[in-house]
């Protein structure tokens, strides 16, 4: 039984978004998250490589001494070269305007990216205890691909997985959306209530993205979100969650 846990991810950590995810970073220390999940882009959009950012690096390697997770999160993010099908356009309607990339990925090149992905982090010294598909979106052969590779552990939007068993524990993310001013208000009124809300035994889980520092009321509505959290439950990490598997 998940008795009280609580669960904070960054998603997108990349040099694209270094100030960003600095902010984030100071935002958490100050409410005394000293270990969110790091899901680390190898190469942004394919113009932001890490290996050419060193003191960004250097800060990653210090939260994983630290006791951050690294979760490799696809490799570009984007989805620069495919065009979605009708039945793409369905199944990621109102979730991403252009970041399902291993949705979108054939079996040979989602492979290819994943090898590459975690050769990147490797050698970087940011080995990944996990892969989590930009999005929350899975493509049919991303499951296996993770095993085949030894990447036991990952998530959708309303589980947290572990390919090693396998198990599922149901935990929803809480996360907002910056896309609009609308949707920004709109996610910050869920968020708030889901944290005021949310079931006395279980797993919780908070996304963090980097542009949810630069909008106020987002800003505003993560602060008191984790801070009622916080009070009522324990930070974990995702490896604590199936038994350090």
Request: proline share 7%.
């Amino acid at each position: 039984m998940i008795a009280k846990r609580l669960l904070v991810a960054i998603h997108d950590v990349t040099p694209a978004h270094r100030d960003r995810v600095m902010r984030v970073l100071t935002l958490l220390d100050g409410l005394g998250v000293r270990c969110p999940a790091l899901f680390v882009v190898p190469d942004w959009h394919g113009e932001w490589p890490l290996a050419e950012h060193p003191e960004f690096v250097a800060e990653l390697r210090r939260r994983r001494e630290r006791g951050a997770e690294v979760f490799l999160h696809g490799y570009r993010h984007d989805e620069a070269g495919h065009r979605r099908t009708l039945r793409d356009r369905v199944r990621v309607f109102g979730r991403t305007a252009g970041s399902a990339e291993f949705m979108m990925l054939d079996a040979s090149e989602a492979a290819r990216r994943m090898d590459r992905g975690l050769a990147d982090l490797r050698a970087l010294g940011l080995d990944p205890v996990g892969f989590v598909p930009p999005a929350w979106l899975f493509g049919p052969d991303t499951r296996r691909l993770m095993t085949e590779r030894g990447l036991t552990l990952t998530e959708s939007f309303a589980w947290v997985e572990c390919l090693v068993g396998p198990s599922r524990v149901f935990a929803p993310a809480v996360s907002w959306s910056t896309a609009r001013p609308w949707r920004s208000r709109m996610t910050a009124r869920v968020a708030n209530a889901r944290a005021a809300l949310e079931r006395p035994r279980g797993l919780v889980r908070v996304a963090i993205h980097p542009p949810d520092i630069d909008t106020p009321s987002v800003r505003a509505s993560l602060e008191r979100a984790l801070e009622r959290l916080l009070r009522e439950r324990a930070l974990a990490c995702y490896r604590e969650v199936f038994g350090g598997r």
